[in-house]
């Protein structure tokens, strides 16, 4: 089966696979009777969103930033992540010893050391950790990125559009000079902020942070699948996306999303088909089905739930188009897919 919106940039020591993990139900299990509802699922069956894993959803500074190492958290909740988002908050991740696996829209992947991860703003995702894991975990509001003393960085790199991934392989000595690199960065980062900051970023901090992120960006542009457009094109495709993740719910025509970006519907396919690969109806309609296709993997909510969720008047339509562009049902793909478990 092919799931080409799902965007994953990976090299060979990130391994995907899409059958569970062979573990015991106890380890696996996400469901509410092993977690309240401040940890994973509520009673309604949404994934919960967190400012930080475990640390509710309070309002998010616009220069917020926060640094901490891999065990500092995971070893608090018994080096398990159970599924969430973070909306607003973008986050790089780097793995520098242990192993590890990431969850994320239907997909779980294995990471091994060195790996830099890229989780953008409001993604639904979830972490294993072996109990020897280390490593960095950088979150900064999402706004942030951009003030015009770290925009630069996203001319030459498209960070934040997708989760994406790299294996920072070793390079003389064994150790990736581009790892070692960002590991010093990171540390340098920890003591500079002090762990966390919301004030105002000194010219200083955001010339560091600005520094880790082009680094990241230059380790990310030799992954599989990185974007190669540039200019005007790229940063209206990009325009667009994000409008899109805003309001795939409302059924808006392509005009109307051409409208509100002030441009004219030739431009904006012209724009999606040079930079998405799609054109913009189908950027649309692949964003519901990732919605959906989230929803039935890391929620325990009705079929039904989630075609009205989504904007579906007919639950039997949504099963329709849910079949069409899968090749399964709704039904099947939860049971193939889905990260927690019920009782039998």
């Known amino acids: 089966m092919s799931w080409p919106l799902l965007g994953l940039w990976a090299s060979s020591c990130v391994k995907i696979r899409r ?5 015991s139900r106890k380890e696996l299990d996400f469901s509410i009777n092993r977690h309240d509802t401040s940890q994973s699922m509520t009673a309604a069956g949404s994934v919960t969103r967190y400012a930080l894993y475990g640390e509710g959803s309070g309002d998010l500074r616009p220069e917020f930033l926060h640094i901490e190492t891999i065990s500092a958290r995971s070893r608090l909740h018994e080096w398990t992540i159970a599924p969430h988002a973070h909306p607003g908050i973008f986050q790089l991740l780097l793995l520098e010893r242990g192993a590890g696996e990431l969850a994320y829209d239907g997909r779980r992947c294995d990471l091994a050391p060195v790996s830099l991860v890229i989780l953008p703003s409001g993604c639904i995702h979830a972490f ?47 150790v990736d000079r581009r790892a070692s690199r960002l590991s010093a960065l990171f540390a340098d980062l920890a003591q ?46 990009l325009r667009f996306r994000g409008l ?8 808006w025509s392509v005009d109307r999303y051409a409208d509100q970006l002030g441009t004219t519907v ?7 088909r040079t930079v998405l690969l799609k054109a913009p109806g189908e950027v649309v309609r692949d964003r519901l089905l990732l919605e959906a ?19 579906f008047a ?3 339509y949504f099963s329709r188009f849910f079949k069409q562009r899968v090749g399964m049902t709704a039904s099947a793909f939860r049971r193939d897919n889905a990260w927690f478990q019920t009782s039998a």
Do not use: K
């Open 19 to 23: 059958s569970p993990i062979p573990i």
């Open 128 to 174: 294993r950790f072996d109990d020897d894991a280390e490593g960095w975990v950088l979150s900064l509001a999402h706004d942030l990125l951009h003030d015009p003393r770290i925009a630069w960085v996203f001319d030459a790199a498209p960070l934040g559009s997708a989760v994406s991934m790299q294996c920072l392989g070793a390079g003389e000595g064994g």
């Open 192 to 237: 500079e902020s002090g762990d966390a900051w919301s004030g105002p970023l000194s010219a200083c901090l955001a010339a560091h942070l600005g520094l880790v992120l082009a680094l990241a960006g230059a380790a990310m542009a030799g992954s599989e699948g990185a974007a190669q457009a540039n200019g005007r094109s790229e940063a209206l495709a």
């Open 244 to 251: 899109v993740d805003r309001t795939f719910r409302q059924g």
């Open 266 to 272: 030739p431009t904006l396919t012209r724009a999606c």
């Open 293 to 311: 296709m989230r929803s039935l993997t890391y929620t325990s909510a009705g079929i039904g739930q989630i075609a009205e969720h989504l904007g």
């Open 314 to 316: 007919d639950p039997a």
